[in-house]
């Protein structure tokens, strides 16, 4: 297995599309495949959502996070999962919902979908068979959902319901519990399947992103650039690994999401830091954001040996117009 597959988007070619909120910036999602062994780079997909799962004005087109499983990917735009056949890249199905807003992830277990719906701050567990919401994880249980947001409204014209209560990022599963990083709370909740709070995973380095299991571990991403990795049996059994030890002027690192082991590597990547109006989701930059020069490390994915000590090599996206990353997935 040789092959590496990148989620993300492209934005405006604007002059002004750096300065651009976050949900009006997009114009494209793109998925492109990457060989490890030869290095090479091929654009897969560079998709648009229609019209009638969008907002008319105000909107952004990008793919969020996915997964694979038995030859199929599955990904996020805003507002729909699709599922694509691979190695063909044909897109078999598309399933948007009204209560679609700002996704972030999607797995497939069991014969159903679990979809990050950050919008509104849930998780939903959907029946492909059935075609039906069999659950819904709230994120934000403090208040009931349908309290915060109306059942009848069309959330895929909304161009956004922010700030969010929590900020669902991603999601994972292990021994029959959902795992739900949670950007606002900097932790991850963990639920029955039938939807009960079990637990919740206190981080404490930042705001995480990412939420994936190798060998028995979970391995989380923050977008201060750490990697979080807990042992799945004694989740008192913490390592971080702090990426910016490589950094030596100061930069930031850039927006860390997407992550992958492959052949005893390990590769995370990272988006351009771009303004926001939401100022406090970039706090974590401190005075780095002061400095236009500190924010213009390019979005990429970078490639680090087996403990993160060295880095072994840097995959431009920019060079690709691949503007932001989201996820990175083993094929």
Do not use: A
């Not at 999962?81 to 598309?94: A, G, H, K, Q, R």
């Not at 400095?291 to 060079?319: A, G």
Request: hydrophobic fraction near 35%; glycine fraction near 4%.
């Amino acid at each position: 297995m040789t092959k590496l597959i990148f989620t993300g988007g492209r934005q405006s070619e604007s002059n002004l599309s750096y300065f651009n909120k976050e949900w009006n910036n997009g114009v494209s999602g793109l998925i492109f495949e990457y060989d490890t062994i030869t290095e090479k780079i091929v654009e897969k997909i560079n998709y648009k959502t229609p019209k009638e799962n969008r907002p008319s004005k105000n909107y952004s087109i990008s793919f969020k996070s996915g997964s694979i499983y038995e030859n199929k990917l599955f990904v996020t735009t805003l507002t729909e999962v699709l599922i694509f056949s691979l190695p063909d890249y044909n897109l078999i199905e598309t399933i948007s919902l009204n209560i679609f807003n700002d996704l972030h992830h999607v797995i497939l277990y069991d014969k159903s979908l679990f979809i990050v719906v950050t919008g509104l701050d849930i998780v939903i567990r959907y029946s492909i068979e059935n075609k039906n919401i069999e659950k819904i994880y709230n994120c934000f249980p403090e208040v009931d959902t349908w309290k915060r947001f109306n059942k009848k409204t069309d959330y895929r014209k909304v161009s956004t319901t922010k700030p969010h209560k929590s900020h669902p990022n991603h999601v994972s599963i292990y021994n029959d519990r959902v795992y739900i990083t949670r950007y606002k709370q900097q932790d991850v909740i963990v639920y029955s399947m039938d939807g009960k709070v079990l637990d919740v995973i206190r981080l404490d380095n930042g705001i995480p992103h990412d939420g994936l299991i190798f060998r028995n571990k979970f391995t989380y991403t923050t977008v201060n650039g750490k990697i979080i990795k807990i042992d799945s049996d004694n989740l008192s059994k913490i390592k971080v690994y702090d990426l910016n030890i490589h950094e030596k002027k100061g930069r930031s690192l850039g927006w860390c999401r997407g992550y992958q082991e492959l052949q005893s590597y390990n590769y995370v990547g990272f988006s351009r830091i771009r303004p926001t109006k939401f100022i406090e989701n970039i706090k974590w930059l401190g005075n780095k954001i002061t400095d236009k020069v500190k924010l213009k490390m390019q979005t990429r994915v970078v490639k680090y040996n087996n403990d993160f000590s060295e880095v072994k090599n840097i995959i431009n996206l920019e060079e690709y117009k691949m503007n932001w990353i989201f996820s990175i997935l083993k094929y």
